[in-house]
């Protein structure tokens, strides 16, 4: 069986962007392949991710939170979908310093990631240059061929690809590489990587550490509140309605927030709004339509038990350990560690 992987770091409440362009999409896709009988689906909480940067609020909490959301955005639970904390299961951190000495200091100071979190600082911790390697041990454990990202992550899953080929092309073939970027997009089923942007400056993505608060939407928002940031977002003065990321990247933000939040395929929607002059019609339509879709998310978000999250995790985290287990020892007697 093949595995698709993903998880979602628990620092704080998630944003709208994180739902619709990573939970929501991880949860179609998992409802999608999971009862065909070809692929397993891991879900894990990446706590050692989280302490990379200040956590907001209890780190167990958070956890606990974001489990929850996967349950309350429809994940089906059945016997090839397995939910578990990263922490629980030591061989990550293991494979991680294992891939230290597989990986250069070139190739992950090229991150982007890593060049914009230090920028700025006259110094940070090691983790922020370093958690690309404890990704790719998190998907070269388990085997992964899928792992469905935003594409502000592509870089990280080439670094695991050429980390996984280096290693078994040194030692022996222990690693599955896992598919290449445009084939994990292919996938997923989008064009290219889904990346809700900043309601006031839609040329970046909308992230949960910016100050200003209409420039997000939080999942704990009112779905009021919501409404009134879509109705005050960014747009632009050309006048016409049409999805062009580069040229009217405000406009196109609103018409994928609204063909995510109802499940209308963007063509479509694009397609009904095409041509239209009056930005404030479709401001009003997004704005209903995201109220809408976190009515029913708070409901169903309400309706799920800690008792219910723990006993998932009990569960995933005994199988996860077996299958990282196994795989650990064999990179182990690979370099000659057994």
């Not at 619709?20 to 009862?35: C, H, T």
């Not at 309605?241 to 018409?255: C, E, R, T």
Request: charge should be neutral; aromatic fraction near 8%; glycine fraction near 6%.
């Amino acid at each position: 069986m093949k595995t698709i992987l993903t998880g979602i770091r628990a620092n704080s409440v998630l944003t709208l962007g994180n739902y619709l362009g990573a939970l929501l999409p991880m949860v179609r896709l998992a409802n999608k392949y999971s009862k065909t009988g070809e692929y397993q689906i891991n879900i894990f909480a990446p706590d050692l991710h989280s302490i990379i940067s200040e956590v907001d609020g209890d780190l167990q909490e958070n956890i606990l939170r974001t489990v929850k959301y996967y349950l309350a955005a429809g994940l089906e639970i059945n016997d090839n979908v397995h939910i578990y904390r990263q922490s629980r299961v030591s061989a990550h951190s293991e494979l991680c310093w294992i891939l230290n000495c597989v990986a250069t200091m070139g190739e992950t100071a090229r991150m982007t990631q890593y060049k914009e979190k230090s920028e700025g600082r006259e110094s940070c911790n090691v983790a922020i240059f370093d958690y690309p390697i404890l990704m790719a041990a998190d998907i070269l454990l388990y085997s992964a061929s899928y792992v469905p990202i935003g594409e502000d992550q592509f870089q990280h899953i080439e670094l695991t690809r050429n980390l996984a080929t280096r290693f078994n092309n040194r030692f022996k073939e222990v690693f599955v590489v896992p598919v290449k970027t445009s084939e994990q997009v292919k996938f997923m089923g989008t064009d290219e990587g889904i990346r809700i942007r900043d309601l006031l400056n839609p040329e970046k993505k909308m992230s949960k550490s910016t100050k200003a608060e209409n420039s997000k939407i939080m999942l704990d928002d009112a779905p009021e509140r919501a409404a009134k940031k879509i109705m005050s977002a960014t747009t632009d003065s050309l006048g016409k309605v049409k999805f062009d990321m580069w040229a009217q990247p405000g406009i196109s933000n609103l018409l994928q927030i609204e063909a995510l939040t109802t499940g209308v395929p963007l063509a479509e929607v694009t397609a009904a709004w095409a041509g239209e002059t009056r930005y404030g019609e479709l401001k009003k339509q997004v704005a209903s339509s995201v109220a809408d879709m976190l009515r029913d998310f708070q409901t169903r978000l309400a309706e799920v038990s800690d008792a219910q999250v723990y006993e998932l995790l009990e569960v995933g985290e005994k199988y996860a350990n077996e299958i990282a287990n196994a795989k650990l020892l064999e990179v182990q007697k690979a370099v000659g560690l057994r």
